[in-house]
Nanobody, 123 residues
Framework: QVQLVESGGRLVQAGGSLRLSCAAS????????IGWFRQAPGKEREFAAA????????YYADSVKGRFTISRDNTKNTVYLQMNSLKPEDTAVYYC????????????????WGQGTQVTVSS
């Protein structure tokens, strides 16, 4: 198994930037593709971005494409989500999750989930 811990969430003004981190421990981090999901108050969990095991392939939801960038550093067992041009509608708890292969928005294929980190974007 693998344990995932998100960090970096905070209050930020609209138009600002934030970088979230997903740190892994347990199994070899590079064995997993990683996805970022978010859940806003009163809404269902929503896919944001995903990255392949080696970092060579990425996939983004239309709602974040062009604003968010997912990357990973397997030597540090960490995946990042760089969020730019933030909007109030980006406010949510952000979760990272691990899958055997690049799974995109296919929630059922992710086996492990972190506890989440709160991102609040003020207008």
């Amino acid at each position: 198994q693998v344990q995932l811990v998100e960090s970096g969430g905070r209050l930020v003004q609209a138009g600002g930037s934030l970088r979230l981190s997903c740190a892994a421990s347990g199994r070899t981090f590079s064995s997993y593709a990683i996805g970022w999901f978010r859940q806003a108050p009163g809404k269902e969990r929503e896919f944001a971005a995903a990255i392949s095991r080696g970092g060579g392939r990425t996939y983004y939801a239309d709602s974040v494409k062009g604003r968010f960038t997912i990357s990973r550093d397997n030597t540090k067992n960490t995946v990042y989500l760089q969020m730019n041009s933030l909007k109030p509608e980006d406010t949510a708890v952000y979760y990272c999750a691990a899958a055997p292969f690049l799974a995109g928005a296919r929630t059922n294929e992710y086996d492990y989930w972190g506890q989440g980190t709160q991102v609040t974007v003020s207008s």
